[in-house]
């Protein structure tokens, strides 16, 4: 059977379903989830689209808040002050952020084309994962600054900032791919925090987007204000094994969520340099289902091109090479909404990572990732393999499994077993990826990723 995504579909789905979240998000009680207000959970699918304030104008950035809602995306992670010379670089309407570089002298016309922008998100069901300046403004250790953050004033725009979103849907995101490495540079970043919390009278989650290779728990994990952790995989090489940073996060105390915020970039050159090839939908996938299956609460997905919404005309950041229109129907963007839709037609918060559910596997030299709920189980298998699953640690006197093809969101039913002995599995088809969804048979799951993303054909 075979299901389609046409964006027609997906966006009447996405509207009736969306009217749910522009509820406030909170940290579920387990401190493992983010819920909405009335409790329903809330999966984390971003995208990195820094300059989307800063370079594009009301109508492309209305068409690219559709598409993101069309393919299933929650997040939107966007940068007020943003990297390519966002201080003084005007946007489309010839506005720059602040008078005289100066933090305390927010430009209204800026801020009203900042509004329209969340107003339109807002309007799909989106939240904006709203990183109020780029970290090369409190810490140029590389990138155009200038640096123009002191506690102080920090503290001023964090309030500024918290008062005019406090109704709007927003998750906080402090740093901008930088670490704090000087006293000051830690007092930069809690003093915004305390503004952001003061203005918007502690309405939304915050948390904090590193450098390269760093995880928000390094620095601030103690921290009261930090509601959850993130860190960035990053871009550097293949294979990164992400899920080893979302182990050591589920693993520390006090609990809180994590996720991988900057994973590698579909369509970015490996290690920046294009002879090392680039980066696809595959290893989009892989990090993806790595992070989830290892305790994340929810994934950002990126590409190249659209966080610097590169075009014809504009100078490429690290060999950008399509233009980001075209971008947005690369192939990974509609798998991460079938990451989504999968994740969504269990009860995903119950996951709990277990690579004991493995006992064995053949033909396969990547990690394999397992987690189980209380009457279901999901194993992701990058690159095809046989594998031996031990299903008892579920319930259920009969199970069911499924192949799920993480690159079109289709599945494949293997039919019901006695779950009284470990059982052999071997992928589809080899040398790809799958996922293995094994159920309580006395459960009555829907068919694995059918969800309101999807009709029958």
């Known amino acids: ?39 329903t959970p809330f999966f984390w699918l971003g995208d990195t689209a820094w300059e989307l304030f800063h370079r594009l104008d009301r109508e492309e950035a209305s068409m690219y808040l559709e598409d993101r809602a069309s393919k299933g995306f929650t997040v939107i992670q966007a ?5 390519l010379d966002g201080l003084n670089t005007p946007n489309p309407y010839g506005d720059t952020p602040l008078a005289n570089n100066d933090p305390t002298q927010p430009n209204e016309a800026y801020f009203e084309h900042v509004d329209f922008i969340v107003d339109k ?40 900032l918290g008062e005019r979103y406090q109704d709007k849907p927003i998750v906080w ?36 987007h590193p450098m390269g290779g760093r ?56 290690n920046w340099k294009p002879e090392n090839g680039w980066f696809d939908e595959d290893d989009v996938r892989q990090a993806a289902y790595w992070s989830m299956l290892a305790g994340a609460f ?12 590169w075009e014809e005309g504009r100078e ?27 994740f969504e037609s269990r009860d995903f918060t119950e996951l709990t990572p277990d690579p004991s559910l493995v006992v064995s596997n053949e033909g396969g030299d990547k990690h394999i990732a397992a987690a189980r709920g209380t009457d279901f189980m999901m194993v992701y298998l990058p690159s095809g393999e046989s594998v031996e699953i031990d299903a008892r640690k579920i319930s259920g006197k009969k199970i069911n ?19 009284n002995r470990t059982y052999a599995f071997r992928t589809p088809i080899a040398e790809r990826d799958w996922v293995l969804i094994i159920d309580d048979a006395s459960q009555t799951y829907s068919t694995p990723g059918q969800t309101f993303f999807g009709m029958n054909e």
Not at 129 to 137: H, I, N, Q, S
Not at 235 to 262: C, M, R, S
Not at 403 to 415: A, H, I, N, Y
Request: some cysteine; glycine content about 8%; hydrophobic content about 35%.
């Open 1 to 39: 059977m075979r299901y389609f995504t046409t964006t027609l579909v997906l966006t009447l789905f996405a509207s009736l379903y969306f009217s749910l979240s522009a509820q406030s998000l909170k940290v579920s009680d387990d401190q493992r989830y983010l819920l909405r207000e009335d409790g």
């Open 79 to 83: 940068v007020v002050l943003a990297e």
């Open 121 to 160: 998100a807002e309007d799909l069901g989106i939240y904006i994962g709203m990183l109020p300046t780029w970290g090369d403004k409190f810490n140029k250790r590389w990138g155009v600054g200038p640096e123009v953050f002191t506690p102080e004033n920090a503290r001023v725009y964090g309030k500024f």
């Open 173 to 208: 995101i402090l740093g901008g791919d930088r670490i704090p490495e000087e006293d000051e540079d830690f007092a930069i970043i809690r003093a915004m925090a305390e503004g952001l919390a003061e203005g918007d009278n502690n309405t939304h989650l915050m948390t904090y």
């Open 215 to 270: 995880n928000s728990a390094e620095f601030f994990h103690a921290d009261d204000w930090l509601d959850f952790n993130m860190f960035q995989s990053g871009h550097g090489e293949i294979d990164k094994p992400n899920y080893q940073v979302t182990k050591h996060n589920y693993a520390l105390n006090p609990v809180k969520p994590t996720l991988d915020g900057e994973p590698c970039y579909e369509d970015h050159p490996i």
């Open 298 to 309: 929810g994934h950002t997905y990126g590409n190249h091109n659209i966080w610097q919404m």
């Open 316 to 342: 490429p950041v690290s060999s950008a090479r399509t233009p980001w229109k075209e971008a947005l129907d690369h192939p990974g963007a509609y798998q991460m909404g079938y990451m989504r839709q999968l």
């Open 401 to 419: 499994a499924w192949w799920f093809d993480p690159r079109t969101g289709d599945s494949v039913s293997l039919g019901k077993f006695k779950n």
